[in-house]
């Protein structure tokens, strides 16, 4: 007897337009193929293989004004959700130190009740580790397949250079650490050199949650409980959209701008030698004969 199973998915909303998406771009080369194969009858041609339709269909095609356009997206990095771009699509922060907290405190409690040097102080210690490791591989496990598919569908992303180190000294220190963004930039830019994309990092001081997107007018600083805001423009910005489509369009400017190396000749000057002029001091400067 064979049995028949099925199955019903229950998609969200982000996952409903990723299958649009894939579903699609399917559909567009499948239909290509075809035709391909079609011509090929009608030319007394012999059939395109499949690593040939692949490469026409799929790798040339990248190259072309109709399927080759150029994906920029910017991204505002948050702690409410993880990063927000420009279209308003969210990616959600997982929070996995947060999640973890209850098991990591009883493991905790358990250190602290066991004697100094005994074999059951060892244990709890080695019980604490695991859970401390185990929710690190997860935020690791999580950071890579978000940056990975961020790469894959972009040939540029744009994102803040934000001020880590200086954040995780404040009240959001626990936050800021659990979201991870220092690995998850080193990551972004990691992939994007090996796949061939652009990473185009602004500074961290350009009021992006303060500037309308519209008509660039600065409205000034806000706390951070005021997520949306009108311009006199007559803009209702939310903060995060907001932010993300200053930093892509502040990342398109940088590319535009973009200048190659450094023309000033080397003159041996460390950099705190140097004046805010750029001409060397001290032991490096120029002495008359």
């Known amino acids: ?82 990063a927000v771009d420009q279209h308003g699509r969210v990616i959600n922060n997982p929070r996995f130190l947060r999640r973890a907290e209850r098991k990591l405190k009883w493991a905790q409690r358990a250190v602290s009740r066991t004697q100094r040097g005994s074999n059951n102080r060892t244990k709890a210690r080695r019980r604490l580790a695991r859970q401390h490791a185990k929710v690190s591989d997860t935020r690791q496990d999580w950071l890579h397949k978000a940056t990975t598919r961020l790469v894959r569908e972009n040939q540029t ?76 423009c007559g803009a209702v910005h939310d903060r995060d959209i907001n932010a993300a489509r200053n930093i892509l369009a502040a990342g398109r400017a940088e590319r535009l701008n973009a200048c190659g190396g450094d023309v000033r000749p080397h003159t041996g000057a460390v950099a705190a030698e140097a004046g805010s002029s750029g ?8 002495h008359p004969a």
């Not at 007394?44 to 109709?66: C, M, N, R, Y």
């Not at 652009?198 to 961290?204: K, S, T």
């Not at 001409?279 to 120029?286: F, N, Y």
Request: net charge neutral.
């Open 1 to 82: 007897m064979q049995l028949r199973y099925r199955y019903r998915l229950y998609p969200d909303e982000s996952q409903r337009q990723a299958m649009a998406q894939a579903f699609g771009n399917a559909r567009v080369v499948y239909n290509d193929a075809v035709r391909a194969r079609q011509d090929a009858h009608a030319a007394g041609e012999k059939f395109p293989s499949g690593t040939v339709l692949q490469k026409w269909l799929i790798t040339d095609a990248k190259h072309t004004d109709e399927r080759g356009q150029d994906v920029e997206l910017g991204l505002d990095l948050g702690l409410s959700a993880f």
């Open 157 to 232: 992303i744009a994102v803040e250079d934000l001020a880590v180190s200086g954040l995780a000294r404040t009240w959001l220190a626990k936050s800021v650490h659990d979201a991870g963004w220092g690995q998850f930039r080193r990551l972004l830019g990691e992939k994007c050199a090996r796949y061939g994309r652009e990473l185009v990092v602004i500074d961290r001081w350009w009021p992006t949650s303060q500037t309308c997107s519209d008509c660039g007018r600065i409205d000034g600083p806000e706390s951070l409980g005021v997520r949306t805001w009108s311009c006199p």
């Open 279 to 286: 001409t060397p001091q001290g032991d490096a400067a120029p």
